[in-house]
């Protein structure tokens, strides 16, 4: 027999009986992620990006554990993380709304509520705010053209300094004005999905 416990906590249970099944908890979003192989099946399926098999998925995992390739596995490697994803962390994902598992197929898929756990993880699928470069790139063309306009450098020398200035100040205007306009869509996405968690 099998030591492996498949009881759900109180948390998960407590949100498959509620008809909101849109919302988490803290604490479950918490009790998912505290385990590496769930975290694991979340960077895997946020990668594959479709419908995986139990199978391909419990072979990558395992190798990820095991610090090898895919085709370098055992059998007793694959079969127990094939075990624990199918009797444990793939039902207690599914019942949260985390991903999609057809037991009986042995297909999984991201659901709907997988979305709120990706807020906590270090991904690198996720975006990175790089604000810091454009501000940077501008700031050394701003200088090097209102430098080159100082020397009387053609075809800057024509043209009066106080333009000169007044197009850099007008391009660190346009790139603020588009970093608060993407910052403010940006914390409507984090708000809706924060809004969904209890």
Not at 13 to 25: A, H, N
Request: glycine share 4%; hydrophobic share 45%; proline share 3%.
């Amino acid at each position: 027999m099998s030591s492996i416990d498949t009881s759900l906590p109180e948390e998960i249970t407590s949100v498959t009986e509620s008809s909101d099944s849109e919302r988490l908890s803290k604490d479950v979003i918490f009790e998912l992620l505290k385990n590496r192989r769930r975290r694991e099946v979340l960077q895997y399926l946020l990668e594959a990006e479709e419908t995986v098999t139990l199978g391909e998925l419990a072979e990558q995992i395992a190798a990820w554990e095991n610090d090898t390739d895919v085709n370098a596995l055992n059998s007793d490697q694959r079969k127990r993380v094939y075990v624990a994803l199918y009797q444990t962390h793939l039902p207690k994902m599914d019942d949260a709304g985390i991903v999609e598992y057809d037991q009986d197929r042995g297909l999984i898929t991201l659901a709907d509520n997988a979305d709120l756990l990706m807020m906590y993880l270090d991904t690198d699928t996720h975006r990175q705010d790089r604000w810091d470069r454009w501000y940077a790139a501008l700031s050394v063309v701003g200088a090097l053209v209102v430098g080159a306009a100082l020397l009387g450098v053609p075809p800057l020398a024509s043209v009066p300094l106080g333009a000169v200035s007044a197009v850099v100040v007008a391009a660190f205007l346009a790139v603020s004005i588009v970093h608060v306009v993407v910052n403010h869509r940006l914390q409507q996405v984090v708000d809706g999905k924060l809004s969904r968690i209890e």
